[in-house]
């Protein structure tokens, strides 16, 4: 080629130039970063006349496209700069061992940390490019105290990002090249898609060359980057817990060695905030005397608390909701005041394979009575607290749990708020629960994510934040017939602020993750109903958070009551007063208005149809419109009766003295299986005459006054 302007054959600095001007491709851009800062500054006129063309092969354009389609427009707005990477690096300690480091942190943490603010400004410049899907170019200069440093171009083109600098000093290039070179290999699309689980190391390379600049034809110095395929699958990374947040993720290598700072922890360093984003795990609950932190999948436990960091191990139940109470923490640490993690460094990790040591030699026999006082079975609830303390006498005290953490978002994590929310609403619709109103002394068997968003509603009201009955922040559900439609009418709205503001939110999906583990805490708990005995706890307990704790209530119940038994089948049992109507007729189904109305003192129980669809479907079953069987099963043990007409027709006017009511047919049975009563050759009891009802009505059990006890 022959070179117009800059003779870079003559060039001071051979070794870098020479490799120019013959075309070198380097396998390792560190090594490329280090033969640039071994250029004379002072000596080097083709550094300071001439300006010099980097393109570099990326994958955030693609990154992009596919969360535009997933998240909405706020989050892809912050996704580069929040986008987490898997940082390693190798330090040196005080005995001249060598440990390996391994740190989560944002785009930004990172750039900002090793590049001030130049990183900064890259890394936001680069997302506005990428973003507007344009290929014009982006100027821009980079000043230090009033100093102008470098003076460049940037755009996308033909999938390339297309960089046109001019620097005064070699280093100076080389923080260039670091920094893209970085940022190209931290954001990267998944190769590997027959794997579930994958962490690879992302790599790049860069064969630097001079080329002809087609404005000017001047020659000039032209570096071109290429990402390899993530190489290498990590087998090196000790086993660790931490592993279940990705369900892909590469790790960028720093070449060179790390500073000393201190004693580590085991598994994967990050900040508190981003620990708790990654997990998912936004709420504190106190457990055996110690706080840990819950999601709807996920458990963060402290195990270790040092000086200057804290270790954490991960528990994780990916199909349901995991039971903080059920967990095994070991020793563990006996922290309160889960606020000092905040300002310390995170470390999860402990391990994923583990010996029981009880009945080995590894273990002393020196066990001993406990010494534990005999008390009654008492629910401390985990406190409403966006940020306080677990069971603190404010409800609200917002500023940890903002929604600012969650926006720490890539396509390769495990845990995201938004796809938790949906998993809990979508099993909860699924649940019932058995509603007692002592007052009126009748009961409901209603769909859990109902009680639930009545509960939301109610905490609300308790707490002061209803203006009025139209400024309540939490949506409503319309009438409804099953646990789907309030799952279809709250899914979209998670991240709605039910107080405060920004960062100091807390959101619908916040609450209600308390209070589905508030409620996941009193199953353990309750004690199994029998003998004209319901068992269940307060709601009103449930949604305010007592720091004396909750005591399980018994309600005498009136003999006779066969439906005692789908206590034991419900998900939760609450006990309450004025509850009012949890099920009610549609429109005027019945012409006497006392027959639209359950009535009160009697100890019936109103049983929605889809609810007992779902206990029976848990049974094997499937509730049908025209049953061919009087005896629906509901458990192993119990049957749904289906005795005389439930939907019979209302004869009755306003000036009728009687009600449906005193018909012995409307009211249902609950009884106990027989034995053998599964079997082919069992006889079953069918229809006295084939019938139909409506699966999204409801069904009444209960005894009349004079009918003797079972």
Known sequence: MKNQGTDFSSAHSG?????????????????LVQDVKDVNDVNDVNLRESSIRMRFKFEIPFVISLAESELEKHLVDDMIL?????????????????????????????????????????????????????????????????LSRARYSMRVHDSKLEIIVRVKHANDLAIFISTFDWLCKAIRRRHHKNEATATYFSASGCR????????????????????????????????????????????????????????????????????????????????????????????????????SYVQFHLHVDKEQQINPFNLNYGEGIQVTDYTRFKSLRCFVGWCEAAHITLGTQQLPITVKYSGAREQRK????????????????????????????????????????????????????NQVALIADVTARRSWLVPKLSLMLHMAHAWVVKNGLQQSTFSDPIPFADPHCDGIAVMEALEAHGDIAVCGHDNDSFTLRSLFLGLSINLLATVSLTERSRHNNLYGFEFMDIISEPGRGAFMKKIKIKPGQSWLALANLADAVIVCSEIGEAIAPVGDSRRKSACNILPTEQDYLAAHIT??????????????????????????????????????????????????????????????????????????TPLSSPRSFSLNGAVVFGGHRDAPAP
């Open 15 to 31: 070794n870098f130039w020479e490799k120019a001007a013959c075309g070198y491709t380097y396998n390792d851009v560190w090594r």
């Open 82 to 146: 929040n986008h987490v990477v898997l940082v390693k690096r190798t330090i040196i300690d005080p005995s001249d061992e060598k440990i390996t480091r391994l740190e989560a942190l944002t785009c930004l943490e990172y750039m900002c940390r090793r590049w001030g603010s130049l990183g900064e400004q890259i890394l936001k410049e680069t997302s506005t490019l990428c973003k507007s899907k344009s290929s014009a170019w982006l100027r821009s200069t980079y000043e230090d105290n009033g």
């Open 208 to 307: 630097v060359s001079i080329c002809t600049a087609t404005d000017s034809q001047k020659s000039r110095l032209c570096l071109d980057f290429s990402l390899r395929r993530p190489i290498g699958r990590v087998t090196e990374l000790e086993p660790s817990c931490w592993k279940h947040l990705f369900e892909y993720c590469s790790i960028l290598e720093e070449e060179g060695f790390s500073e000393y700072v201190g004693p580590l922890g085991k598994g994967l360093e990050m900040s508190f905030n981003l620990m708790v984003s990654l997990a998912a795990s936004e709420y504190p609950v106190q457990v055996n005397h110690s706080v840990v932190l819950v999601g709807y999948h996920t458990v963060l436990a402290p195990t270790r608390l040092e000086e």
């Open 378 to 429: 008492t629910l401390h609830m985990t406190g409403f607290s966006a940020g306080g303390q677990a069971l603190s006498a404010a409800p609200i005290q917002a500023g940890l749990f903002g929604q600012a953490n969650f926006s720490f978002l890539s396509h390769r994590l495990t845990f995201s708020a938004a796809s938790v929310y949906s998993k809990m609403l979508c099993d909860v619709s």
């Open 611 to 684: 609810c007992l669809g779902c206990l029976a479907h848990r049974a094997g079953g499937e509730l049908v419109s025209t049953p061919k069987d009087s005896r629906i099963t509901l458990s192993q043990k119990e049957l749904w009766d289906i005795t005389g007409e439930p939907f019979e027709t209302c004869t009755h006017d306003a000036h009728s003295t009687e009600t449906c009511w005193k018909r012995r047919s409307i009211l249902q049975r609950i009884s106990k299986k027989k034995k053998f009563h599964s079997l082919p050759m069992q006889e079953r």
